[in-house]
């Protein structure tokens, strides 16, 4: 919705007569008028003495004729332009910013028994709908209202006109304008068809009646006759020519009657049209907003000093009356505000801020989120994570409860069954402490996991004292394929407790080993699978030191799509028998190239000085070094605790031996480091230990020796939980697969309100190929319970086929469900991902108002700071009785609890705060000198602020554009003078031959 830049305010029409314009000395236009004169006494003494035998009056009839003509001339070389001069009133502008981030959204008290009052943007909604402010505000200014956030620009949500300044008005101005023109040249149309008529009537009764009784010389009388027409003529045409070049814009055949009156037309052969630019910025004033709509309180960030400086940029040189703020003050993103204060200044522009909420921080304790993992096994161990934040309850003990539910085919939740409960001890303001529940499945299926912390008589905000988890308990066992080029002793435990391990189903191909040999395995392969159906089976692949070059350029292939596509898991061990043979090759050759395309490093080349950097064999061990993005792999913890897990892998003594390579690839994790200084690469660089990367939607594990199995030594179940884990992890895309013909995609599984998901989906066809269609369908389950339909668009350009993406904003918060229905199942089979959105934490960090702030902006642009919005939109006229400041700078809040001990902090704001105000009423001790109804005048603190309606004074700008050149106006002079300059001299050459003078 534009703002109107300009008010039509009238027009001017003058006369400019360019030939003289340069005449600027009193000298210049003696000389002027002296040639004037002379030239026009020449003429009249050569034509008296040319008529000296003609009679008196022919005489000056012939004199006035060829004069008339003359007289064209000299208007022809006087150039006379028609100029229309617009007046433009640039309306008085309020520009009003409405913050709508979340801590707008929040609601202030300290009395828990008014948890139910407005929240801070529902107060601003209530006072825009009542639209009393705005009515009166609108008699002085333009209004514009803006809402801000976390965007760059605050955006437009409405601009109100200055009462009467809408389009209608000047549509009716610009029809009585023309319409008055009309009437004009009908007017001397008249006159000039009166004086033609009185002429005819005279020449009639003259000749046909009173002829016969005049006595005396005929011709004396037919000479005064004469020259009584000849002054008729001439009179006629100059009321006809007036006429027509004052309103030039009117055609004849309008001002007759015979057309109708085209405005747009008459307008459109002008070079300009003011008003209808003008039109086309007004908005329909009868269109209403939806304020409710229009300020949802959703930014992620307030984004404060950004807002101002953009909006006084756009606004230099306008007529701005002044800005008024309506926030809580949290600036927390973007320039600071000072930018903007200093442009205020340049413009003369003061900012009125209205702060909204408490100065004091609410009493709350909430749950910020709730961690667990998306799918689990029946009886396998998982962990539910609580994240809880308190505000004011410091030192207080609280119950953490944890319930559970089924959920149904349809949504439908079962009966609430209680898990566990948690006593928590709230530590200081602000800290995010974090407890966790190990939970136990035992049915299969979806289940809600609610989590409820103990409802305190304190808190003021019950609403955040509870949320929700869904885990889906699926019964299936993960397929793993050993592949080892040897028997390592790696290869060998892994061997033996994957094969115990109830939840897993393993298959063994050892390479060397010879066809029949006995493996503890629940089947032994004697070569590497070579179809789709034999390959796809497996959820992850775990290979030591393999001689991929076993394998044909087919089955790598087939390798590379079941990563890429079928999310397969692949973990690596390198070694020092097969590793070098293949790694080493030069990337020409085909499967050499394949693979090391696979891995997440980059491997040295054969003949490379750097290749004997590796090394197995060592006199001692040296511990791993842990990256920070390792230490926060949760997959490579081997204890629920970060920091018990941190420990045990400094005990660990560390490892022998690695395999070297060159660098990570682009995209991949390096997770830790082999730590022994000599093998140092420079620049504090070592040798690469761990590594990890995402391929297509699978995922590949590099591990440099196989000497994982060392951690036994501090405790046998630690090697356990390390492959344990490491397999889900890299088989979690193969597990949260709902069908073999597709895997759906999130870029993030967890993400803030107002961020967007990208949703990816891989699909096949019945025969594993890519699915060829445009576009597939997908549902969104919302937190709310609604669906809507997005559709995930083919992507073009991919580097494989099959894939399809959409970008879905999450707008609520909770967690949302994707569904894919695979095209032509049987089965009606389809793909999910569940996404968890929340609130981003810097929104109610510190939701306080920001008194300190708001004073800032108002007080170094002369300004006022108010703090309820009831005294910034007051209709009353201020007085000299100073206003009920209680609340206001933070002063006698009246929403902090009743009985709260006054700290030193709150005492030396009170007393900021009461200087700040006698400052502000020194400063502008009168709002309007010469009206004492608006004079704020400095008394015993509190001070006196007058609302906004008599704050904001009109600064209305006007001003003139340059005239218009009216070209149509000057094509009817040019025809007017050669009309009158030609018939004057017809007739007088007419004249002159039949009295033979020519």
């Keep these: 919705m534009p703002a109107p830049l300009l008010a039509s305010g009238g027009s001017r029409t003058y006369y400019e007569l360019n030939p003289l314009l340069p005449l600027a000395l009193w000298w210049q236009w003696l000389l002027f008028v002296s040639v004037l004169g002379g030239l026009g006494f020449y003429v009249y003494h050569w034509y008296k003495k040319d008529s000296v035998e003609l009679p008196r009056y022919l005489s000056i009839g012939l004199i006035l004729l060829r004069a008339t003509a003359l007289l064209g001339l000299l208007v022809f070389f006087l150039n006379i332009e028609k100029k229309t001069e617009h007046k433009l009133v640039r309306n008085s502008k309020v520009l009003m910013l409405v913050d709508t981030s979340q801590s707008m959204g929040l609601t202030d008290t300290h009395d828990p028994d008014l948890r139910d009052q407005p929240s801070r943007i529902q107060q601003v909604i209530e006072s825009f709908e009542k639209e009393e402010f705005f009515n009166e505000l609108q008699n002085k200014h333009d209004v514009g209202i803006y809402r801000f956030d976390q965007e760059d620009q605050p955006r437009l949500l409405e601009y109100r006109l200055k009462t009467g300044s809408s389009s209608q008005d000047i549509d009716t101005q610009r029809r009585n304008y023309y319409y008055a023109r009309k009437t004009e040249l009908q007017t001397f149309l008249g006159v000039a068809f009166f004086l033609t008529v009185a002429m005819a009537g005279a020449f009639g009764y003259f000749y046909f009646s009173e002829r016969k009784r005049l006595v005396g010389d005929l011709e004396e009388q037919n000479a005064w006759g004469f020259l009584a027409g000849i002054l008729l003529l001439i009179l006629i045409g100059i009321v006809l020519g007036v006429g027509f070049l004052r309103n030039s814009d009117i055609s004849l055949e309008v001002a007759l009657g015979a057309a109708e009156l085209d405005i747009e037309a008459i307008e459109a052969s002008k070079e300009i049209d003011l008003n209808e630019n003008e039109r086309d910025q007004i908005d329909d004033p009868t269109e209403s907003i939806l304020w409710e709509e229009e300020l949802l309180a959703d930014g992620r960030e307030t984004r404060l000093g950004e807002a101002l400086h953009f909006l006084l940029n756009k606004e230099r040189g306008e007529p701005v009356a002044g800005v008024v703020v309506i926030s809580d003050g949290r600036l927390n993103a973007g320039v600071p505000q000072r930018n903007a204060i200093q442009i205020a200044q340049e413009m003369n522009v003061p900012i009125h801020t209205i702060g909204m909420g408490s100065a004091l921080q609410p009493i709350n304790l909430k749950i910020l989120d709730v961690e667990a993992p998306q799918r689990v096994f029946p009886d396998d161990k998982f962990l539910v994570t609580a994240y809880l934040q308190a505000h004011g309850l410091s030192g207080k003990s609280v119950k953490l409860s944890l319930a559970s539910q089924t959920i149904g085919e349809k949504g439908e939740l079962g009966s609430l069954v209680a898990e566990q409960t948690k006593t928590v001890v709230l530590d200081q303001d602000s800290q995010i402490l974090q407890t966790r529940f190990e939970v136990t499945p035992k049915q299969t299926g979806k289940r809600q996991y609610q989590l409820v912390v103990q409802k305190l008589k304190e808190d003021t905000n019950f609403d955040d004292n509870t949320k929700e988890v869904i885990v889906s308990v699926v019964d299936r066992k993960t397929k793993v394929l050993l592949l080892a080029g040897g028997p390592m002793r790696e290869f060998r435990f892994l061997r033996n407790q994957l094969f115990r391990d109830p939840a897993v189903v393993s298959d063994v191909l050892l390479q060397s080993a010879t066809i029949g040999a006995s493996q503890e395995a629940n089947k032994v392969l004697e070569t590497f699978p070579a179809t789709e159906d034999e390959l796809f089976q497996y959820d992850c692949i775990v290979a030591f030191d393999p001689d991929w070059l076993a394998l044909s350029e087919a089955q790598i292939r087939l390798l590379d799509r079941w990563i890429a596509e079928k999310a397969g898991g692949l973990i690596t061990i390198a070694g020092p028998v097969n590793t070098p043979l293949w790694s080493g090759m030069s990337t020409g050759k085909p499967k050499s190239r394949m693979l090391q395309v696979l891995y997440p490093v980059v491997f040295y080349r054969s003949g490379s000085a750097m290749l004997n950097l590796g090394r197995f064999k060592a006199e001692s061990a040296w511990p791993l070094q842990f990256t920070r993005i390792g230490e926060n792999a949760e997959y490579l913890w081997l204890h629920e605790e970060s920091t018990r897990a941190k420990e045990i892998w400094e005990q660990f003594e560390g490892v022998f031996g690695y395999y070297a390579v060159k660098e990570p690839k682009p995209g991949a994790q390096v997770l830790a480091y082999f730590s022994d200084p000599e093998t140092s690469m420079g620049r504090g660089k070592f040798p690469i230990y761990l590594a990890s990367h995402y391929y297509g939607s699978g995922r590949v594990f590099f591990q440099a020796s196989g000497e994982m199995w060392r951690i036994r030594t501090l405790d046998d179940s630690y090697f356990e939980k390390y492959y344990t884990k490491l397999i889900r992890w890299a088989s979690e895309g193969?597990?949260?697969?709902?069908?073999?013909?597709?895997?759906?995609?999130?870029?993030?599984?967890?993400?803030?309100?107002?961020?967007?998901?990208?949703?990816?989906?891989?699909?096949?066809?019945?025969?594993?190929?890519?699915?060829?269609?445009?576009?597939?369908?997908?549902?969104?389950?919302?937190?709310?319970?609604?669906?809507?339909?997005?559709?995930?668009?083919?992507?073009?350009?991919?580097?494989?086929?099959?894939?399809?993406?959409?970008?879905?904003?999450?707008?609520?918060?909770?967690?949302?469900?994707?569904?894919?229905?695979?095209?032509?199942?049987?089965?009606?089979?389809?793909?999910?991902?569940?996404?968890?959105?929340?609130?981003?934490?810097?929104?109610?960090?510190?939701p306080q108002r920001n008194d300190v702030l708001l004073r800032e902006l108002a007080d170094k642009t002369k300004g006022f700071n108010y703090q309820t919005l009831k005294q910034a939109f007051s209709l009353e006229a201020p007085t000299d009785t100073p206003l009920d400041m209680s609340g206001q700078n933070g002063v006698n809040d009246s929403s902090a609890p009743k009985g709260r001990p006054e700290t030193a902090d709150s005492q030396n704001?009170?007393?900021?705060?009461?200087?700040?105000?006698?400052?502000?009423?020194?400063?502008?001790?009168?709002?309007?000198?010469?009206?004492?109804?608006?004079?704020?005048?400095?008394?015993?603190?509190?001070?006196?602020?007058?609302?906004?309606?008599?704050?904001?004074?009109?600064?209305?700008?006007?001003?003139?554009?340059?005239?218009?050149?009216?070209?149509?106006?000057?094509?009817?002079?040019?025809?007017?003078?050669?009309?009158?300059?030609?018939?004057?001299?017809?007739?007088?050459?007419?004249?002159?031959?039949?009295?033979?003078?020519?």
């Design 909 to 998: 704001s009170t007393m900021e705060v009461t200087q700040t105000n006698h400052k502000v009423s020194s400063a502008r001790e009168k709002l309007d000198e010469g009206d004492a109804n608006r004079t704020a005048r400095q008394v015993d603190d509190p001070v006196v602020l007058p609302p906004l309606l008599f704050a904001l004074k009109p600064q209305d700008h006007e001003t003139y554009l340059p005239g218009i050149w009216d070209k149509l106006f000057d094509r009817k002079l040019m025809l007017t003078l050669l009309t009158v300059i030609c018939m004057a001299l017809c007739l007088e050459w007419t004249l002159r031959r039949l009295n033979k003078l020519a």
């Design 734 to 846: 193969r597990l949260l697969r709902d069908s073999t013909r597709g895997l759906l995609l999130v870029d993030k599984e967890r993400c803030f309100l107002g961020e967007s998901i990208l949703l990816r989906a891989q699909l096949t066809n019945a025969q594993h190929s890519p699915w060829e269609g445009e576009e597939v369908s997908a549902i969104v389950l919302e937190p709310n319970g609604e669906r809507r339909e997005v559709t995930l668009k083919k992507e073009k350009g991919a580097a494989r086929e099959g894939f399809y993406s959409a970008s879905v904003p999450m707008l609520q918060e909770g967690d949302y469900e994707f569904q894919v229905l695979i095209p032509e199942s049987p089965e009606n089979e389809f793909l999910s991902r569940a996404v968890r959105v929340r609130l981003p934490e810097i929104e109610v960090e510190q």
